[in-house]
Nanobody
Framework: QVQLVESGGGMVQAGGSLTVSCAAT????????MGWYRQAPGKERELVAV???????DYADSVRGRFTISGDTAKNTVSLQMNSLKPEDTGVYYC??????????????WGQGSQVTVSS
């Protein structure tokens, strides 16, 4: 069973920087996608940034230019460098990995969540 272990996050003032990192263990097959989602209080979970095994990346419009995702699906690691943080970036950040099981089947795995709080 794949497990995602997150680290980082914390509290920072607006304009500051934080990093969240994630490592996947117990992988059974290849991981096609890794990335970060976040959930603010009272809101639904939303995509922040992801990258795929072919090297492509995608960012939410709200974070493009401020956040940078990096990692390696072969090494099962992903990090999110967050700069110029804003209070609206506050939320619980979840690591996600999509495992390719073969025959068109995939399975999504989620980390436990890391709190990011940005004060104004």
């Amino acid at each position: 069973q794949v497990q995602l272990v997150e680290s980082g996050g914390g509290m920072v003032q607006a304009g500051g920087s934080l990093t969240v990192s994630c490592a996947a263990t117990g992988r059974r097959s290849s991981i096609d996608l890794m990335g970060w989602y976040r959930q603010a209080p009272g809101k639904e979970r939303e995509l922040v940034a992801v990258f795929t095994s072919d090297g492509s990346t995608d960012y939410a419009d709200s974070v493009r230019g401020r956040f940078t995702i990096s990692g390696d699906t072969a090494k099962n690691t992903v990090s999110l460098q967050m700069n110029s943080l804003k209070p609206e970036d506050t939320g619980v950040y979840y690591c996600k990995a999509v495992e390719e099981l073969g025959y068109g089947h995939t399975e999504s795995h989620w980390g436990q969540g890391s709190q990011v709080t940005v004060s104004s």
